[in-house]
Nanobody, 126 residues
């Protein structure tokens, strides 16, 4: 089992910034891929960014490219998402996800990730 706990969400004005954190525990040595997803009520879950541990490979959704940065502190088992230039449409519950499969082709498919955190809310006002 891999346990994930997100934090860092909050309410900010458009143009502001947030840094989300995801602390992983348990069988962290088995993790090969980690990602951030977001979801608003009534909408589909959207892949935001993904990173593959060890290789330094990362991916971003077109909607967040250039504004979001995914990174990890492997020594502390923490995944980060730096969010800059926030827009109202970024408002969502943000989830951390992980799995043990190193596969790049479907990095933004939520169904492939075995482990999920409880989420942290990001609210952006105009």
């Amino acid at each position: 089992q891999v346990h994930l706990v997100e934090s860092g969400g909050g309410s900010v004005e458009a143009g502001g910034a947030l840094r989300l954190s995801c602390v992983a525990s348990g069988a962290t040595s088995s993790v090969k891929a980690m990602a951030w997803f977001r979801q608003d009520p009534g909408k589909a879950r959207e892949g935001v960014a993904a990173i593959f541990t060890g290789g330094g490979t990362s991916y971003y959704a077109d909607s967040v490219k250039g504004r979001f940065t995914i990174s990890e502190d492997s020594a502390k088992n923490i995944l980060y998402l730096q969010i800059n230039s926030l827009k109202p449409e970024d408002t969502a519950m943000y989830y951390c996800a992980a799995d043990a499969v190193c596969r790049y082709s479907d990095y933004d498919n939520f169904r492939r990730y075995a482990y999920w955190g409880q989420g942290t809310q990001v609210t952006v006002s105009s």
